[in-house]
């Protein structure tokens, strides 16, 4: 569905779309996994379907703008949810990002990833 130059994918879920793309910007909803028991196995999970995501609307991880984490408990989980991160973003096109401890909507969720990306080439 496209409007005023908004297109939206994935419009399955009556909540959300989990993308929109709209001036060359690929906007995704925050991915989780609830798959993993440890916040290594999560986060791998997560960034999986951030690229997937990413793919589906026509870019990568190397053109990601600004990355949005969320951990449960930032003691315990973000060494771990970086060791996985530092080996999954693109080294030569690191995003500006934050992370920061939060409730999550579910108990066994332990990290939440939402990012903006460029399109590749620019194009819409």
Known sequence: MTTTNITRLVTDDPRM???VIHNGVVYIS???????????GQTTNTLAKVDDLLSQAGTSKSN?????????DINRDFKG????????????????????????AREQLLVEVQVTAAIEGGKE
């Open 17 to 19: 779309s989990k993308i």
């Open 81 to 104: 949810m970086n060791d996985v991160w530092n080996k999954w973003v693109d080294p030569s096109n690191k995003p500006v990002r934050f992370c920061v401890e939060a409730n999550m």
């Open 64 to 72: 990601i703008l600004t990355a949005s984490i969320w951990v449960k």
């Open 30 to 40: 925050g991915q989780t996994d609830a798959t993993a028991d440890d916040i290594q």
